[in-house]
């Protein structure tokens, strides 16, 4: 049976925005903490706050056992993948240091970057190629001695094109400066290992690929680095109440204030959702949905696609324009007369788009994901095919 | 004769790093109980971790390398 709009059957392609459905779960591990148990963690020694604290610890310890880290009070919580980035960039580079970026960042890496040029830090943006990809013998040749950080997105939001992380880490670790991954559109969509790929920094997002709720995120930082990373708030812990200088040590350095408990229980739920099904199978699904959707758009006439070819290389973030259409356009019309609901224009990643060409009329992005079905995708190519044709 | 004190108490840098001693004990089947620092050891506003001086030893054993703690203190 097809989508149909009109009966409010939506097809949601907006993934890489925000997952959604979300698993079962996580709404059950939100209710459960507000019905039963509400307390603030850390804050008091009462069951109530005890029972908080576990969760937020379960939490940890979920996203530790998928990342391959060896201890989970290494990962801060943020409230999303962009105060995590900003925490790592604001806190490790002073006037005088140089940092590596690639030319397919998102804001959330280029704009405390940018400030960050104007206090005195040096910026290599190495470009990468016309489907996204980034050389590391390009990053090799953009070192400098006063290199401090590489700091690069493991996945394109744009395009999907996924990156040479272990490569790119063991450079990095070779010549003994800091490796700072933007895990956002990755971090349980394709398997993430620290010590594997010698990431020192690892900035992920809770409410895309890890099916948490929105105002989740979270900073992983490797033994050592925090006593070199100020970070971006102070205040309360829960910890050290007697001082008045904020605690030194992991994680509470970086968690000052009352946390998202509600939203780290769903969160939690999410990780251990990706546990079960596992990311192979997860990564598996969506390389399928991507390929198939690529081998589809190929048939059509007027259509540009961009990123790699081939679904291996990319995730499931699909950019493509449509000739004559504007993708502002685009996305109305499938919105309104296909009920596909999916992203046009810039996707607040303008260096990405000067990239690939797409400067600043942007492309319309689909960002498929594991609950979306085969049925789906063949439904929308028809409709691009339908708009393409100026049916 | 001084009679041995019947619990030893381990105070961590937080409660983060309590429940996660805590886990480990609890996987181990050690008995043990979270208390708030009693007053006359820190000012610290938070919870340790009480164990039966008898076990003090077993707890140590399980906690290390995994979660360090700040000062091992006997009630």
Redesign the interface.
């Known amino acids: 049976m097809e989508p149909d709009p009109g009966k409010n059957q939506l097809i949601y392609f907006d993934n890489a925005a925000t997952s959604w459905p979300k698993p079962a779960g996580m709404m059950g591990a939100m209710g459960y903490y507000n019905e039963m148990i509400g307390g603030s963690p850390g804050r008091s020694g009462h069951r109530r706050s005890l029972d908080a604290g576990r969760i937020i610890l379960e939490t940890r310890e979920v996203l530790a056992e998928l990342f391959g880290i060896d201890d989970s009070l290494r990962i801060a919580f943020t409230k999303n993948a962009t105060e995590a980035l900003n925490i790592a960039l604001l806190g490790i580079l002073h006037s005088g240091d140089h940092v590596i970026t690639s030319s397919m960042e998102h804001n959330s890496v280029m704009r405390p970057l940018r400030f960050l040029e104007t206090q005195g830090v040096q910026i290599s943006v190495v470009s990468c190629s016309g489907d996204g990809r980034l050389s590391p013998e390009d990053v090799h040749a953009a070192i400098r001695p006063q290199t401090r950080l590489l700091v690069v997105t493991h996945a394109s939001n744009v395009t999907g094109t996924i990156q040479p992380i272990a490569e790119l880490g063991h450079i990095v670790r070779d010549h003994g400066f800091l490796f700072c991954v933007d895990a956002a559109q990755t971090a349980g969509a394709l398997p993430i290992h620290v010590d594997e790929m010698a990431i020192d920094l690892l900035a992920f997002s809770g409410h895309k690929s890890l099916f948490g709720p929105q105002g989740t995120g979270g900073l992983y930082i490797r033994e050592g680095i925090e006593r070199h990373l100020r970070p971006l708030m102070m205040g309360g812990t829960g910890s050290r109440s007697e001082f008045e200088v904020q605690p030194d040590f992991m994680p509470d350095k970086y968690e000052s204030g009352t946390p998202n408990t509600i939203g780290l229980a769903g969160l939690g739920a999410g990780v251990r959702f990706v546990l079960t099904e596992g990311v192979e199978a997860i990564r598996s699904k969506e390389e399928g949905l991507t390929e198939r959707f690529l081998k589809g758009l190929a048939s059509l006439k007027g259509i540009a696609v961009y990123g790699p070819p081939d679904a291996a290389s990319r995730t499931a973030a699909v950019s493509f324009n449509i000739a004559g259409v504007s993708p502002s356009e685009a996305a109305l019309e499938l919105d309104e007369r296909f009920g596909i609901l999916c992203r046009p224009g810039l996707h607040c990643a303008p260096a990405a788009h000067r990239t690939i060409g797409t400067f600043s009329q942007g492309t319309i992005r689909f960002g498929f994901g594991y609950f979306n079905k085969d049925e789906e995708i063949s439904f929308a190519l028809e409709a691009i095919r339908s708009l393409a044709a100026g049916d | 004769m001084i009679e041995a004190p019947p619990y030893a108490v381990f105070l961590f840098?937080?409660?983060?790093?309590v429940?996660?001693a805590?886990?480990i004990l609890k996987a181990r089947g050690t008995p043990h109980k979270?208390?708030?620092v009693p007053r006359h050891i820190s000012?610290?506003?938070?919870?340790c971790l009480r164990v039966a001086v008898e076990q003090q030893g077993l707890a140590a054993e399980a906690l290390q390398g995994?979660?360090t703690w700040e000062r091992m203190v006997l009630l």
């Open positions: 840098p937080s409660v983060s790093h429940l996660k805590e886990k979270l208390i708030p000012t610290d506003c938070g919870v995994l979660v």
